[in-house]
């Protein structure tokens, strides 16, 4: 696997593989890789000729306050993880290569970005499509895999891509969870044993939300109810956001349907977690 540090050198890769005939897939991701990442490498390889895994802290997604400094990071142990997935490459540029001084340029998808994770977290989005979008010219790839759990940024990146006509093939590839539940993410390594174990009030909320759909109960508003009580159950939990929403328009559904998706944010101690889940099964 070639370890590259600057989009000059990635585009000249990524020129050289064009020009052979070859396919890329990016996997983006910002390090401290685990077993859902290496499913979505473990996936490239499968679509693609060479699988680039970027690995890259993006300072511009992260709000005031939020966990920039803090964000967990293991290079040598990525770089490992990486290869052994089957990664050709592991694209790893520093801040001021990617955003050099004087940089003034933001890609921003609206509508999609307002509701859920972007309301409490301003600008965000903006951030995350700004990096991508640079990650896509710097890269070319034919295609790009993107974990479903962050399920509002799935739909913000297809939406991008769709309205600035690029050809890539978006992917969504489903959550990878922990033996007990738990949705696989970097942030999990902030949890200590009690909020390890608090934590699993999002799996537990959406197994809950899905029984309560398969024995009838569709009204979204009521529903929403007794799940806020069942996460406050756990006790010492903030929650963010719960909200049962069509899968593409991210509108609030008043009805539960097949496009229904519960969308969770909990805060657990300082660490604020996601999840996200189908209400139907086989949905
Ligand atoms: O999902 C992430 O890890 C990040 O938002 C991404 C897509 C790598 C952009 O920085």
Redesign the pocket.
């Given at each position: 696997m070639e370890i590259i540090r600057t989009a000059q050198l990635m585009t000249t890769w990524a020129n050289s593989k064009v020009g052979q005939g070859e396919t890329i897939c990016l996997v983006?991701?910002?390090g401290y890789l685990h077993d859902g990442h290496l499913a979505l490498v473990r996936k490239g390889c499968d679509i693609a000729d060479n699988v680039v895994v970027?690995l890259?802290?993006?300072p511009i997604?992260f709000g005031p306050g939020e966990d920039l400094g803090n964000y967990p990071r293991n290079f040598e142990r990525d770089a490992e993880l990486a290869e052994e997935s089957g990664a050709n490459v592991l694209y790893s540029p520093d801040v001021k290569d990617v955003y050099p001084d004087g940089f003034q340029t933001k890609v921003s998808v609206a509508g999609l970005t307002t509701g859920l994770c972007g309301a409490s977290r301003p600008g965000h989005f903006d951030?995350?499509t700004t990096?991508?979008a640079k990650?896509f010219n710097t890269v070319k790839p034919n295609s790009a895999v993107?974990?479903r759990k962050?399920f509002q940024?799935l739909a913000v990146?297809k939406k991008m891509v769709r309205d600035l006509n690029w050809d890539i093939t978006i992917v969504g590839h489903p959550i990878v969870r922990e033996k007990d539940g738990l949705a696989m993410s970097?942030r999990n390594a902030y949890l200590n044993k009690e909020e390890r174990v608090k934590a699993l009030c999002l799996f537990d909320s959406i197994q809950f939300a899905r029984k309560q759909v398969s024995s009838g109960n569709q009204d979204a508003g009521a529903l929403k109810k007794e799940i806020e009580h069942k996460i406050l159950e756990y006790g010492d939990v903030l929650i963010d956001y719960i909200s049962i929403v069509n899968a593409e328009t991210l509108k609030e559904c008043e009805v539960v349907d097949k496009n229904s998706v519960l969308a969770l944010a909990v805060k657990i101690g300082s660490t604020r977690l996601i999840d996200n889940g189908f209400l139907y099964k086989n949905a």
């Open positions: 983006p991701t910002m970027s890259f802290v993006n997604q951030g995350v990096v991508v990650l993107f974990g962050d940024q990146i970097s």
